[in-house]
């Protein structure tokens, strides 16, 4: 009966209502549950955890700046959570977002700086290149597995590290700022930034990036959903025997698979440079992007919508621990704590099923008596 009425709905609902069923209600409970545990650490601390999570929203949504620097800390954990939940969806482990994040911000910076372009366009080819090069240094992972036999999950950590040096050693060696441990500043009409867009959110740092980022989100969901290539991925990734009995180009399909999922991180570490810092500093360690986006794809069950949600709910997180502090004298390391008791229910998934049985069987024979 639900299928019929489902049927009976026009397509535009019809696919705007798979995109909330993709997502399921386990990640709710999860966070609940990591919320609680959180409330519960807290009072073995004898810390308010009432005025402790009101301080951590207050700093989040309190005001217009807040708000948008919350925004623009969400902002590449949507691209990084992306770029790992659709290679989980195609059956590949990518570890290595952080590096791809990297690398795409190089590119984008490169063609910020040394290319000459009308504005509008040069932020587009800016942005291009930094996907292109992200897509092409996960594509290093996928060929490698494919024709190799690498495992992705030790050939993205190397490259991870690979990435780190070699673009500090490009960015010392060819577009180093004199006096100081950065490249040159990219032309102003590269960057993703607007004054006005600023303005509207008290001069906080948030940027079209946000913008780029959701419409991913929808890429994602369709290229994967939606087309036949994104079948093939997915088909490779459940079962790629299977696949290749039935015509699939299996080895194709995981390097296109791991070229689509480093094209999501390139494209945040461009838009995170060109929205943000306009240039590339050498560093000494990860930024951390990458990694966090494994905990954003995880929360978000690897679809497109929870990953968005997720990325929201990791970033409110991240911004507003500080409030945490100033506010209740709550330590800004237990905030970590409580984004670590998230992921272990939601990876723990079966200890909430299991929960909901008990639940249900006691209420049914209270019920039946």
Request: include cysteine; proline fraction near 2%.
């Amino acid at each position: 009966m639900a299928n019929k009425q489902e049927n009976r709905m026009p397509k535009t609902f019809r696919r705007i209502s798979a995109l909330f069923k993709e997502g399921t209600w386990l990640p709710v409970i999860a966070v609940l549950l990591g919320l609680a545990s959180g409330a519960l650490i807290m009072l073995l601390g004898s810390y308010n955890p009432l005025t402790a999570y009101q301080s951590l929203l207050t700093r989040s949504f309190g005001d217009m700046y807040n708000f948008g620097e919350m925004i623009r800390q969400v902002t590449p954990l949507i691209f990084t959570g992306l770029a790992v939940a659709f290679a989980f969806r195609t059956g590949l482990f990518n570890i290595g977002a952080e590096g791809q994040f990297i690398i795409g911000a190089m590119a984008g910076i490169y063609v910020g700086v040394f290319w000459h372009l009308p504005w509008g366009l040069h932020a587009v080819a800016a942005v291009a290149a930094g996907a292109l090069a992200g897509g092409i240094w996960g594509g290093i992972a996928g060929y490698l597995k494919a024709a190799r036999g690498v495992h992705e999950v030790i050939s993205t950590i190397m490259l991870n590290w690979i990435a780190l040096y070699l673009v500090n050693y490009l960015t010392k060696r060819f577009m180093l700022e004199p006096g100081q441990m950065r490249s040159r500043t990219a032309q102003e009409s590269a960057w993703l930034s607007a004054d006005w867009l600023s303005g509207l959110f008290e001069h906080a740092r948030i940027h079209f990036g946000i913008l780029i980022g959701l419409g991913c989100a929808v890429v994602f969901y369709i290229v994967l959903l939606q087309t036949k290539l994104g079948f093939e991925l997915r088909a490779v990734g459940l079962n790629p025997h299977a696949s290749e009995y039935a015509g699939i180009k299996v080895k194709q399909s995981m390097i296109a698979a791991m070229f689509g999922s480093g094209m999501f991180a390139g494209l945040g570490g461009a838009a995170e440079m060109l929205g943000v810092y306009h240039y590339l500093s050498v560093e000494a360690a990860f930024r951390g992007y990458g990694f966090l986006g494994l905990a954003v794809a995880l929360i978000g069950r690897n679809t497109a919508l929870g990953t968005v949600l997720s990325a929201f709910l990791l970033g409110a997180l991240t911004y507003g621990a500080p409030g945490m502090k100033f506010g209740a004298g709550v330590p800004e390391e237990l905030i970590d704590i409580v984004i670590a008791m998230v992921i272990f229910f939601v990876a723990a998934a079966g200890i909430i099923t299991a929960m909901l049985r008990l639940l249900s069987g006691r209420r049914r024979k209270k019920e039946a008596a």
